[in-house]
């Protein structure tokens, strides 16, 4: 594959390539690594062991929740602070947010309310894309962007029942 392409251009290239040659809109994962794999388009050694641990702790930290002693569910244990360096680059470290500082605290739902605000551009972005292009000639009607009305009964509209133990990554692969 071509080495100026970012390993996510080339593996969606690749699974293109697999979805032509079984002339399919599918996305098998599975198959098509299986077969990428095989032909050699994915020449990435795989991880260690430690590399294996560092990327579980990762998603672990960042799935984990707590109930607070208020009751309410699902509160995300620890928060993604911003850093910058000098030529003002970003960078983020996880801190728990039972004992961040208020500083911090801050920092860390205002860099999370942004990127609910870039959610909501890539979301409008895409419904316009989709109205403008489908195969259907269909529009679909606009959306309200207004937070609100999801948040005046958090608790009990949030389901909690995820349980990261039930998914393992292994399985995925067999």
């Known amino acids: 594959m071509g080495?100026?392409?970012?390993?996510?251009?080339?593996?969606?290239?690749?699974?293109?390539?697999w979805q032509n040659k079984h002339n399919t809109n599918e996305m098998n994962y599975a198959a098509a690594s299986k077969w990428a794999v095989e032909n050699n388009y994915y020449p990435k050694p795989p991880i260690s062991r430690e590399e294996r641990c560092e990327a579980d702790m990762r998603r672990a930290v960042k799935r984990a929740t707590h109930t607070d002693p208020q009751g309410r569910k699902n509160v995300k244990t620890y928060g993604s602070l911003p850093l910058f360096d000098e030529e003002g680059n970003k960078t983020y470290i996880q801190i728990d947010m039972r004992t961040a500082i208020p500083e911090d605290a801050k920092a860390i739902l205002d860099d999370d309310l942004s990127g609910m605000g870039n959610d909501a551009k890539s979301h409008f972005t895409q419904w316009e894309s989709y109205n403008d292009n489908n195969l259907f000639g269909a529009t679909l009607e606009p959306y309200d962007y207004n937070l609100n009305r999801f948040i005046e009964n958090a608790d009990s509209g949030y389901d909690d029942s995820y349980n990261e133990?039930?998914?393992?990554?292994?399985?995925?692969?067999?």
């Open 3 to 17: 080495k100026k392409m970012s390993d996510a251009q080339n593996v969606l290239l690749t699974l293109k390539m």
């Open 165 to 174: 133990d039930d998914f393992d990554d292994d399985d995925l692969i067999n």
